[in-house]
Each structure stands twice: as structure tokens, then as C-alpha cells.
């Protein structure tokens, strides 16, 4: 599908503007998370989405938008951000986080490459390659973490209850209207 | 929690402490901590417990300013996400060296000083003066004479360990002096913000570490150069070391300015404050 510089731009503010929700929810939880190698994982894991910000914002700034803007998600999406961000129990976390949120945010860039074309949105798609490509790195990571600890691998559903939300979500970008200006 | 038999610390200067698994014992005072002579063998297995937690609390510091303060620029947070990613690894490395040495998670008290104190100052520009122009440089030194201490005994892993980590470090207190620096020319009013903190953490620091041992080792001036410093600020910070190697002690009980010290165990508060009056008069 062909679609605009102006929508693409749109999209990866988007993008930014989840990557940057990510690492607040991750930090937040730093402090908070009793279980010390839970939040020695927290505390490294949310350096790849400041990462990811950093790219998604410098992309921003070649699709004539300011660079480092984000643009908030729709209001289901934001909903979704809101719901993880508000989980308290450990399990529930990491469950929420790396088998709930990082699933859903890897088939949104799924489908963000299905959809691009290659030549054209061709440093778009680099960065996220880049990112799928660190969610292996994550999620692994988890994995090794509930391994050693199974008593963090119970997640109370939290996995589930985000992709519930996500099945009904009709997209994630608010674009703008043909008339509207960017506002951050 | 917090330390047996004694008042708790003042609400005004210490904040809440941060969340800690079972296997933790979190006193309030250095003179509760098992504090063994450092060399000795007991001594060298409680300070990768202590470094540890110390590391764990920097990063819960870096995570907290990336909540608290999230309207800053994009580069300052950008910059603190990866302290706090750099502090979980130093942590994990003091983990594994803990589990290769037989040291149990919890098999000593830890002090929770830096999140707490952190926590209570309101502007990051406070907070940076304090954790990473204070705290973090002072792990600058404390790393740079490690790794000729752990070469001396032969301890290559070590001594790799801490090379690695004053790299980091190097990184922590440059990008905050880069953004302590613009901030004052933007506004040389924010060195106001910087001397409320430096006080504040200055009186939490003699509350928390009275009766503390002096450091063992000197300011490592060629890295501070490297990391921001100025060669004036090096010059006193070298003169506040030397002065407090010769006393012998770690927090100068007598001082009305609370001029704090640096060891292998905490942080010096005071050497900084008046570092950065240097450096803000300079500035303005």
C-alpha cells in the first residue's frame, strides 16, 4: 500500500510515543518491583525502547515533522499503554509486558512491513527490523529471568487481558485531518 | 526495616525507601552495616555485596528521574535510560561475581542512603549535581584505584570489571556535567537549585554516615578532566581528598557546613557543594 509522507509521518510519531511510554512504565517499575533480578531486567530492558525512541524520533524529523515529536496513540491504544503501566504484581509485569504488550507491539510492526514499500519507507523499515529484532533479545531474556525464578511466571492473565483489549482495536494511529497541524 | 534501636531518619531530607525482596535487611545507618576492614577477606566479599546495592540504587535513581522529570529534553532522558541500563549491568556483573565467590543475596545489611536522598530533590539539575556530579564521580575515582588495586593482587577479572565500570562512570558524570553546565548559562539561577540540593544531601549524608572511615584512595584527576571537570574543580577536589585523608575521617562532625567525605562506602556530598560553587561562580 502506498501511503503518504505525511501518514508515515504520523505512524512513526506514533511509534515514538509507545517506545517512549514503554521505557516510563519500565522505569516506574524500577524502583517499585521488590524482586531484585526483576528490576535489574526492567532497568536494562527500557534503554531499548529509549533507543527506539531515539529512532523513531530522528525518523520523525526526516518526514517533515520537529524531530523527537510523538504523536499519542488512539484513545483504545492508549488505553492498552494505561492498563500495563497499572499493573502492580511482579508476575503480572512481566507477564503483562513480555508475553502481553511486546506481542501486541510486534505484530503492529509486522504489519507496518507488510504494508510499506520497501524502497521508498526503506529507513522506516530498517528501524523496525531493528526493534523486532531486539524483542527476540527481550523476551529472551524474560524467558532465562522465569526460568530461574518460576515463582515470577505466574502473571495472573495480565498477557491476556492486554491482547483482549488489542483484538478489538480498530487501529492505532490517531492520523491527522488533511487540515490539522502537528501538535505534540 | 531500617535501622534496630534507633530514631528514624528525618522525613524532610530522606525519602521513602524503595521496594526490596525478602532476602534484604535495609538499615538506615553506615554504622549498622557489617563494615569489616576492607582487605581483609570478610572485608572483600561485603564490599560486592555493598557495590551491588549500590549499584541497584543508582539505577532505581536514573529510573525515578525518568518519571519524575518527563518534560525535560530528549538527550537528558535519553542519557538517563542508559545510566539506569548501565547501572542494572554493573549490578548483574556483582551478582555473578558474588555467585562465583559463594556470596549469598542478603547474606549482608545493605543502606539504601542515595535512592532516598535523591528522591527528596525536586530539580533534576539538583539531582544530577548530587547522584552524578558527586556520587558518580566519586565512583569514578573509587574504580579508576581498583583496578590497580585488584592488578596488584592479581586479580584480573576484577580489575577488568572495574575498568569497565569507570568507563561507564566516565560517561555518567560527562553527560551531566555537559547538562549541568548548559542549564547554568541558560539561567544562572539553576545554580541555586544545585546548592539546595548539595545542602540537602550534605545533612542527610552526616545523619547516615557519621562515624565513617575516610577514603583510602586520591581523586583521579586525569579521569575527571575527561569527564567534564574543570582543572579548578579537580584542583579543589584534590585539596578537599588530601585534607580529608589527613583528618582521618569520614564526615567532619564538627563542620557547620556539613562538608561531607568520600570512602570506598558512600558518597561526599560536601566535597562537591563546594565544587560547585567554584564552578557556578565561574559561570555567572
Not at chain 1, 95 to 105: C, E, R, V
Not at chain 1, 107 to 114: P, T
Not at chain 1, 139 to 150: G, H, K, N, S, Y
Amino acid at each position: 500500500m502506498i501511503s503518504t509522507v505525511r501518514q508515515r509521518a504520523d505512524t512513526v510519531a506514533t511509534f515514538r510515543y509507545i517506545n517512549v511510554r514503554l521505557m516510563e512504565t519500565l522505569a516506574a517499575w524500577v524502583p517499585t518491583t521488590a524482586e531484585l533480578e526483576a528490576k535489574i531486567l526492567f532497568g536494562r530492558h527500557l534503554w531499548d525502547f529509549a533507543q527506539h525512541t531515539d529512532l523513531f524520533g530522528n525518523r520523525a524529523g526526516e518526514l517533515r515533522l520537529a524531530r523527537h515529536i510523538s504523536r499519542r496513540a488512539s484513545a483504545p491504544f492508549v488505553a492498552i499503554l494505561d492498563r500495563l503501566a497499572a499493573f502492580d504484581e511482579t508476575d503480572s509485569r512481566i507477564d503483562g509486558f513480555y508475553n502481553g504488550f511486546l506481542s501486541i507491539l510486534e505484530n503492529l510492526y509486522i504489519h507496518d512491513l507488510e504494508e510499506a514499500d520497501e524502497l521508498l519507507e526503506e529507513p522506516t523499515i530498517r528501524i523496525v527490523k531493528r526493534a523486532l529484532w531486539d524483542f527476540e533479545r527481550l523476551q529472551a531474556d524474560c524467558r532465562d529471568l522465569v526460568a530461574e525464578f518460576p515463582q515470577l511466571s505466574t502473571g495472573n492473565g495480565a498477557s491476556c487481558e492486554l491482547k483482549a483489549m488489542a483484538e478489538s482495536l480498530s487501529g492505532f494511529v490517531d492520523f491527522r485531518s488533511d487540515q490539522e497541524d502537528f501538535k505534540q | 526495616m531500617g535501622s534496630p534501636d534507633k530514631e528514624p531518619l528525618d522525613p524532610t531530607l530522606f525519602g521513602e525507601g524503595q521496594a526490596r525482596d525478602d532476602r534484604f535487611q535495609v538499615v538506615d545507618r553506615w554504622a549498622d552495616l557489617v563494615n569489616e576492614e576492607p582487605l581483609s577477606p570478610e572485608g572483600r566479599r561485603e564490599f560486592l555485596h555493598r557495590q551491588m546495592n549500590e549499584e541497584v540504587n543508582v539505577m532505581e535513581q536514573a529510573a525515578q528521574s525518568l518519571v519524575d522529570f518527563p518534560d525535560v529534553e530528549w538527550e537528558i532522558r535519553k542519557w538517563l535510560a542508559r545510566q539506569c541500563c548501565d547501572e542494572a549491568r554493573h549490578a548483574q556483573v556483582y551478582l555473578r561475581r558474588m555467585k562465583q565467590q559463594g556470596v549469598e543475596v542478603g547474606e549482608y545489611p545493605v543502606i539504601n542512603f542515595q535512592f532516598r536522598v535523591l528522591h527528596k530533590i525536586d530539580s533534576l539539575i539538583g539531582r544530577l549535581a548530587v547522584e552524578n556530579r558527586t556520587f558518580e564521580a566519586d565512583g569514578l575515582d573509587a574504580a579508576v584505584h581498583g583496578v590497580e588495586e585488584a592488578k596488584a593482587d592479581g586479580d584480573s577479572e576484577l580489575a577488568a570489571l572495574m575498568d569497565a565500570q569507570a568507563a561507564d562512570e566516565l560517561l555518567h558524570v560527562g553527560f551531566a556535567n555537559g547538562y549541568v553546565r548548559k542549564k547554568v548559562k541558560e539561567d544562572p539561577k539553576n545554580i541555586l537549585a544545585m546548592a539546595r540540593a548539595l545542602d540537602r544531601s550534605a545533612r542527610a549524608f552526616k545523619i547516615a554516615f557519621g562515624g565513617g572511615r575516610a577514603q583510602r584512595y586520591g581523586v583521579a584527576e586525569s579521569e575527571r578532566l575527561r569527564a567534564g571537570f574543570s582543572e579548578e574543580e579537580v584542583r579543589v577536589a584534590v585539596e578537599l581528598a588530601d585534607e580529608r585523608r589527613r583528618s582521618g575521617r569520614f564526615v567532619d562532625e564538627d563542620a557547620s557546613d556539613s562538608s561531607g567525605e568520600t570512602s570506598t562506602d558512600g558518597p561526599s556530598a560536601g566535597q562537591n557543594a563546594r565544587q560547585t560553587y567554584v564552578d557556578g561562580e565561574r559561570q555567572l
